[in-house]
Antibody, heavy 115, light 110 residues
Framework: QVQLVQSGAEVKKPGASVKVSCKAS????????INWVRQATGQGLEWVGW????????GYAQKFQGRVIITRDTSISTASMELSSLRSDDTAVYYC????????WGQGTLVTVSS | QAGLTQPPSVSKALRQTATLTCTGN????????AAWLQQHQGHPPKLLSY???NRPSGISERFSASRSGNTASLTITGLQPEDEADYYC???????????FGTGTKVTVL
């Protein structure tokens, strides 16, 4: 069965960087795009960016341009999202989701930014 | 960046029908159609429908989606207690080259 398993919760100080990983199983990793979406507590969903694991092509929401990098390691079927220059309002649960239809989701990774 | 507009809440009685709307523009909903996601408190979202009315395997026929112009709709028939959740629409915006989400609708089953 398709599964996306994300790395564990992180606590970071303002100005630091965080890297969240998403390990895919149950399907051919390179056949579907991976999207990253975040959700602050009590708030809605916010798209961060996407990557094609096949080509390595990426696209980012304008809001995160210059602060986010999405990468992949096809040898271990894992996508990663790194967000830098963290601020308190980056505190959120970060999800990876498969495909442009968001058909499968990871369990979410809580990133807390606090001094 | 611009998002899609959804009513904040919808309340309906058990076994009644709820219709949720999602309004965008010709660059997103009107062009590519919308997907619908359901999210229960403390859980990741779950895909209910994509490209307007394609249901993934395992999704109840009680959920049906449609689109008219720049507005997408999700109809939930025979409301059940487990349908209480937040519902989000999503679409690809060709002018932004970005996915955009709706503001979310909280469904309450009375």
């Amino acid at each position: 069965q398709v599964q996306l398993v994300q790395s564990g919760a992180e606590v970071k100080k303002p100005g630091a960087s965080v890297k969240v990983s998403c390990k895919a199983s149950g399907y051919t990793f390179t056949s579907y795009d991976i999207n990253w979406v975040r959700q602050a507590t009590g708030q809605g969903l916010e798209w961060v960016g996407w990557m094609s694991p096949n080509s390595g092509n990426t696209g980012y929401a304008q809001k995160f341009q210059g602060r986010v990098i999405i990468t992949r390691d096809t040898s271990i079927s894992t996508a990663s999202m790194e967000l830098s220059s963290l601020r308190s309002d980056d505190t959120a649960v970060y999800y990876c989701a498969r495909s442009n239809n968001f058909d499968y989701w990871g369990q979410g990774t809580l990133v807390t930014v606090s001094s | 960046q611009a998002g899609l507009t959804q009513p904040p809440s919808v309340s309906k009685a058990l076994r009644q029908t709820a219709t949720l709307t999602c309004t965008g523009n010709s660059n997103n909903v009107g062009n590519q159609g919308a997907a619908w996601l359901q999210q229960h408190q403390g859980h990741p979202p779950k895909l209910l429908s994509y490209k307007n009315n394609n249901r993934p395997s395992g999704i109840s026929e009680r959920f049906s989606a449609s689109r008219s112009g720049n507005t997408a709709s999700l109809t939930i028939t025979g409301l059940q207690p487990e349908d209480e959740a937040d519902y989000y629409c999503s679409a690809w915006d060709s002018s932004l080259s970005a996915h955009v989400f709706g503001t979310g609708t909280k469904v309450t089953v009375l």
